[in-house]
């Protein structure tokens, strides 16, 4: 049960937390603590964060693909 809801956030999530941890080359499982502590001690404000790098993330994923499908025509 467990794994089918890590699995569930891993495939639908921003992959904020994936992108970070392979940028830095730091444990995902430790990224992920640290937002869910600190957004209890700031108040959600690491929860503003995610969401505004979740959508610069897939808007650079977008712009990703879109180019690739230019050079492929």
């Known amino acids: 049960m467990l794994q089918q809801v890590i699995t569930f956030f891993e495939r639908y999530s921003f992959g904020v937390c994936t992108y970070l941890g392979e940028r830095f080359n730091i444990s995902i499982a430790k990224i992920r603590l ?5 957004s209890f001690l700031a108040v959600g404000f690491p929860l503003i964060f995610y969401f505004f790098a979740g959508i610069v993330l897939d ?5 990703k693909r879109s180019r690739t499908r230019a050079v492929d025509m």
Request: proline share 0%.
């Open 59 to 63: 808007f650079r994923n977008y712009i």
């Open 34 to 38: 640290f937002f869910i502590y600190s």
